[in-house]
């Protein structure tokens, strides 16, 4: 079992910067692969980034590849996203989520656990 939390979304403008930190506790939570998914308002959840469990490769969708960075601290059990050039339509609940065991990493249904939001909001 492993249980996420999200924090530090918010309000910001046009252009500017937000650090995303997912935590995550369990004994295997180190293990996993984490990802990071966005649901704006009567949309569905969208793929943002992925990271692999050792932090050696990150995947991004291409909205967001070239201002988005996904780290990890293994030690701390912590994934980041580092949001840079931020655009209004980046506003959405962004949430964590790991446990993918098979199925592409993209697709929401792949995670087994997920964390329960954190609201980002570009103004323009």
């Known amino acids: 079992q492993v249980q996420l939390e999200e924090s530090g979304g918010g309000l910001v403008q046009a252009g500017g910067s937000l650090r995303l930190s997912c935590a995550a506790s369990?004994?295997?939570?180190?293990?996993?692969?984490m990802a990071w998914f966005r649901q704006a308002p009567g949309k569905e959840r969208h793929f943002v980034a992925a990271?692999?469990?050792?932090?050696?490769?990150?995947y991004y969708a291409d909205s967001v590849q070239g201002r988005f960075t996904l780290s990890r601290d293994n030690a701390k059990n912590t994934v980041y996203l580092q949001m840079n050039s931020l655009k209004p339509e980046d506003t959405a609940v962004y949430y964590c989520?790991?446990?993918?065991?098979?199925?592409?990493?993209?697709?929401?249904?792949?995670?087994?656990?997920w964390g329960q939001g954190t609201q980002v909001t570009v103004s323009s």
């Open positions: 989520a790991c446990g993918r065991k098979a199925g592409n990493q993209d697709y929401s249904g792949s995670y087994g656990y």
């Open positions: 990271i692999t469990s050792s932090g050696g490769r990150a």
């Open positions: 369990g004994r295997t939570a180190s293990r996993n692969d």
